[in-house]
């Protein structure tokens, strides 16, 4: 009993070793195609519009009820120490460090990630791949790595635009509907904001866009080809991700406090 | 080809925003000021305490900001904290004998330089050090202080130990 349980412990270890390793061969394959493909834009830029341009309605949606709801969290904890000036410095601080990246990385594994995972899973499936490879088109070079450099480019500009709108949400409750004081709030903003908390978000959200681009392009690319290897391989690109953001988001906190 | 065009459209709208986006986080959100201008001079100024003095904060002049704080370094020759500040180069009519001190804005606020004119006739210019300063007020010495002296006018002369009430 204990043994078979044990056995079945090393047998996951192994499994999880495996494709950590899979991951990085993938990786550096990926960062080796960089320069080549960074020649061929016009693909890139379609991918851009696919993940980018397309996730800017939810992006924007999300950033402005997350910032709405901080500012009325926000309010009514700093009305307990009787600083609600600071509702400012607070929301913006939040959003660019950890809300910004985080919440942005998160609907971006749901919104892009999926659809990255599920058409590369589809292509396996329908044997476009196989056929490319018949032609003598490698289909890392072709298909995947537009995608995931369009990923990759996406996911900063997300995030700024994630925390821009984020601030005005948090500035519309704290302002208009909480009578926070306009200069107050913008003023404590920017003299506790500094260039270093900006860059801070940005880093992550790059972190973050290498990590979910990488995991949507990984599990759809290698997914079984089948209807139902293609559903799973979706499903698992949303399960990692998230857990590898949070965890990401944990080291890099933790790394440049 | 209008499908194309579409797609340029939508990613060159949503690259434009992304940019516009961090460019104003960068600048509007941050006490950091990317001037097209010349840049201003340096001062320098050597302060016992600077007390919670950050780079970036204000430097002002009854109230308007004239500058910033550029660099805050410990310097082992005078024993000092050594404060460079940047004034903006519309600002260069400050008399060499003017002085700066460190006040707070408001109860909580951050710490800001305050710069008041002198009278003399010759201006700061590049480089140039303060002569008179003024060190941030420490609030846990002017309680002690403060608490000392309520001790000493109870029992007469001695500085007496400060009893917690």
Known sequence: MLASLSRELLH??????????????????????????????????????NAGALSLVIIMLSGLFVGMVLGLQGFDLLER????????????LGLLKELGPVVTALLFAGRAGT??????????????????????????????????????????????????????????????????????????MRSAVEFGDVLEGVVKSCVFGVACSLIAVYEGYHSVPTAEGVGRATTRTVVISSVVVLLLDYMLTAAML | MRQTRTIELGTGLFVLLGFAALFFLVTQITNREFGLGDGGYLLLASFEQVGGLKPGAPVSMSGVTI??????????????????????????????????????????????IGIGPGGSETFLAEGDQMQFTQSAIVLENLISKFLFSKAGEKQGDAPAEVSTP
Do not use: C
């Open chain 1, 115 to 188: 659809a990255l995972a599920s058409e590369l899973g589809l292509m396996r499936a329908t044997d476009q791949l196989a056929a490319m490879e018949m032609m003598a088109v490698d289909p890392v070079r072709r298909v995947v790595m537009p995608r995931f450099l369009g990923g990759v480019l996406s996911m900063p500009l997300l995030a700024a635009i994630f925390s821009m709108i984020g601030i005005f949400g948090a500035q519309l409750v704290g302002v208009q509907l909480m009578g926070v004081d306009t200069g107050q709030f913008w003023s404590q």
């Open chain 1, 12 to 49: 996951n270890l192994r499994t999880a070793l495996q494709a950590l390793g899979a991951y990085t061969f993938f990786f550096m394959r990926l960062l080796k195609e960089v320069p080549r493909a960074l020649l061929r834009f016009s693909l890139i830029v379609e991918q851009v519009h």
């Open chain 2, 67 to 112: 500058g910033h704080v550029e660099g805050i370094k410990y310097d082992f020759s005078e024993y000092k904290a050594r404060v460079t500040m940047r004034i903006d180069s519309d600002y260069n009519r400050i008399p060499d004998d003017s002085d700066a001190g460190i006040f707070t804005a408001g109860l909580l606020g951050g710490q800001y």
């Open chain 1, 81 to 92: 120490f009787g600083s609600e000036e600071s509702l400012g410095s607070a929301a913006a």
